[in-house]
């Protein structure tokens, strides 16, 4: 019996990771529309001196903030004592949970493009993901702080229009420090044809005083630069500020059969990794208990091992489908320990 499991064990896994880049490639078509866009992300030029070690603790504060963000819309997180990884999700409060999940699912798996760099942050369409090697929960503005105008601009006969409304807009958007979790969206009519929609969103970790500088920077970058666009947003340490011609934040709310991830495919999702995660998890059971017995491992390498279980063990492994495709094929391109989680995961399957 126990032998029977190790082989289970040795030739199910490979086969398992196998098995999903084969199907990748047919799904990653059927499934192009269902990932929130990717707005910004920005990654610190040092790097970390030990990314190995950073790595774990930076999988285990991705994990804490997972258990938080889905439930209460924002966490932070702060894992190991040497070597310290510090987290902070935000979903944007329009978001259902359901979508909040699903946006930080997909900021998750991209965000660890940025290791081993010590700090990233990505803006997605409905949430933020940070990670650093410091506690930067309350920072409101930096260096890296980035607005982006969108290219179409509104017509020439409605432009002094647009200008005093959206101006009026992004102003009254910019006291969301005021507002319960220092949320606001609000719209304009600018001619019969033509609403702007706008919505403005700092961390909950920040005081109202960081708030306020947060938005009032990210305003200015847009009265100032981005007129007369259809489309504009300010992406900050600490908030983000947006206004569009498209109803951006009604889509999430109005419709939950209407949004864009239709409950079919989300029960399929749902279901597939359900399983592909439950084998892995008995799997890598199966193969921790083998390796356990068969060798003797050095102090430190076991206790490093033992805590990726840890982690895997814990984690709940519902990371959509497509998403579970692109982590895997990045990695077996790349074939280097820094791709978060799931590289973590595949080194640690084929030793080092
Ligand atoms: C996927 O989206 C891209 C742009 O986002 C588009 O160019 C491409 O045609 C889409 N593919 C499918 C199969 O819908
Ligand atoms: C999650 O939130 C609860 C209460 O809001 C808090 O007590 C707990 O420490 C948080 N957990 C994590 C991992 O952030
Ligand atoms: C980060 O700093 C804030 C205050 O600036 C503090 O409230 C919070 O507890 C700190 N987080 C950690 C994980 O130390
Ligand atoms: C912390 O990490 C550094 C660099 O990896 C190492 O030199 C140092 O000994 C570690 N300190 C502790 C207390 O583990
Ligand atoms: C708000 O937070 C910032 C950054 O942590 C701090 O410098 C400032 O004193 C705080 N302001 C108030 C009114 O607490
Ligand atoms: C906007 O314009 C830039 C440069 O003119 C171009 O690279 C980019 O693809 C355009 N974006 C869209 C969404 O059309
Ligand atoms: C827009 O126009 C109204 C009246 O025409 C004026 O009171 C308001 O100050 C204008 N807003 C801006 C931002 O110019
Ligand atoms: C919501 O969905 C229902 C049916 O699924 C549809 O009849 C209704 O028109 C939709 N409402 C909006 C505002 O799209």
């Not at 935000?90 to 493009?113: D, E, G, I």
């Not at 650093?132 to 229009?161: E, F, I, P, R």
């Not at 992406?235 to 709310?253: Q, V």
């Not at 990794?273 to 050095?298: E, N, P, Q």
């Amino acid at each position: 019996m126990p032998t029977l499991s190790l082989i289970i064990a040795g030739r199910m896994l490979p086969s398992l990771l196998l098995l999903l880049l084969l199907t990748c490639s047919s799904s990653a078509a059927a499934a192009n529309n269902s990932s929130p866009a990717i707005f910004l992300s920005v990654c610190v030029d040092t790097q970390t001196q030990n990314a190995q070690a950073f790595d774990v603790n930076f999988v285990d504060a991705m994990e804490k903030i997972y258990q938080n963000v889905t439930t209460s819309g924002f966490a932070t997180s702060s894992s190991g004592s040497n070597l310290t990884v510090y987290g902070l999700g935000q979903c944007f409060n329009y978001l259902s949970p359901v979508n909040c999940q699903l946006c930080y699912s997909q900021s998750r798996v991209k965000l660890p493009h940025c290791l081993p760099s010590t700090a990233g942050r990505i803006y997605l369409d409905g949430c933020f993901l940070e990670y650093a090697d410091k506690n930067v929960s309350s920072h409101a503005v930096d260096s890296a702080d980035a607005y982006a105008c969108g290219n179409t601009t509104v017509d020439k006969s409605l432009q002094l229009q647009f200008v005093n409304r959206t101006s009026d807009l992004v102003i009254s958007l910019s006291m969301a420090y005021q507002e319960k979790e220092y949320y606001q969206v609000g719209s304009v009519q600018v001619s019969p044809d033509l609403t702007v929609y706008g919505m403005a969103q700092c961390w909950r970790s920040l005081n109202a005083s960081g708030c306020r500088n947060c938005l009032e920077k990210g305003r200015d970058n847009i009265l100032d630069r981005c007129f007369p666009s259809m489309e504009a947003k300010a992406m900050n340490a600490g908030c983000f500020l947006r206004y569009s011609t498209e109803p951006f934040y009604l889509h999430e709310t109005v419709n939950d059969s209407g949004s864009h991830w239709s409950s079919a495919k989300r029960s399929v999702i749902i279901a597939v990794t359900t399983i592909l995660g439950a084998l892995i998890v008995v799997g890598l059971v199966l193969l921790w208990k083998k390796r356990g017995s068969a060798f003797s491992y050095s102090e430190g390498v076991s206790a490093r091992n033992k805590k990726f279980m840890k982690s895997i063990i814990k984690s709940h492994l519902s990371y959509k489908y497509d998403d579970l495709c692109k982590a895997t094929s990045n990695f077996s391109q790349n074939n280097k320990l820094g791709q978060g989680g799931f590289g973590a995961v595949y080194k640690w399957l084929h030793g080092s």
